[in-house]
């Protein structure tokens, strides 16, 4: 069954040269039990998407189902079956942990939430902080009362919107087995946003990668970013490039070329470079300089983004 189904969904910002399409027509389903990946650069729309489908924010068009209901029509229910963590979560600043969590516990309606705050503050390791106003928490606490929050009302299905943002490595490993597990448990279907790879890769079986709006790529995580193994390869010519590019031509090598620079990207090293820098030296091309390094995030989606441009 699918949890979440998503259809043409479209939504654009004012911006200060006209608009801007935060999600461009995206169409995406999640099944239960998923723990599904949104990856991403900054500004690629993740937020507004999981904003959309917690309510937060209305599209312009497009049709969401969740739980196999229309979100316009059953907002209130689907509501109080889901859940947002985000690390941009507004509490309240001058109540305690406790107090917020007391507020959000009587929100959703939690049958006996005294033992429900209990379990998870000692779980995510706030009990010493219950009677601390947040706003003398430092960023890892209040991240932590926030996934607290998320997980009071036993959620069906969960957003978490750069949930570890500000916790150290070991507290990260903590709330993401806590995550696995919960999953595991209950059958929890977790939409997880990040722009940390090895977070996404650690945790999620299907990833969509998001650019300027729209999904690029989405499928199995496992093999897409294996796909990220990729390595960029730069070779510097003050002669001969007008021969290295038809070589590369015949080797059906897409490259780019900038200042006697031609930059290209292979994924095996043995079985695609070597024979191709064996061939330069066959044909006597000659080249400055070759570096290799591996794409950031951002560079393979602007790479990905120009292919489906072709
Ligand atoms: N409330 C808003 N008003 C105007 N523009 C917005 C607003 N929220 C997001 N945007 C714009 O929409 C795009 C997507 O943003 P966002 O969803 O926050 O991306 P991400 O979470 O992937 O970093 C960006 O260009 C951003 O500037
Ligand atoms: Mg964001």
Known sequence: MNVIEVKNLVKTFPSKNGKVKAIDNISLSIKKGEIFGLLGVNGAGKSTLTNILTGLTLPDSGTIKIFGKDFLIHEEEIKTRSNIATAYYDLNRSLTVRENLIVYAKLYGVQNYQKKIQELTEKFMLTSHLRTPIKFLSSGERTR?????????????????????????????????????????TGCTIVFTSHYMQEVERLCQRIAFLYQGKIIKIGNAQSLLKELNLQRVSLHFSNNIEEAKKLLHRENIPFDENNGILVFWVKNREKILYPLLEKFVKYKIVFDDIHLNKPTLEEYFIKKSRENKR
Do not use: H, W
Not at 159 to 181: H, K, N, S, W
């Open 145 to 185: 009362t926030v996934l607290v929050k998320s997980l009071l009302n036993d959620p069906e299905l969960l957003f978490l919107d750069e949930c570890t943002v500000g916790l150290d490595p070991d507290m990260a490993e903590i709330v993401r087995d806590y995550l696995l597990q919960y999953n595991k448990e």
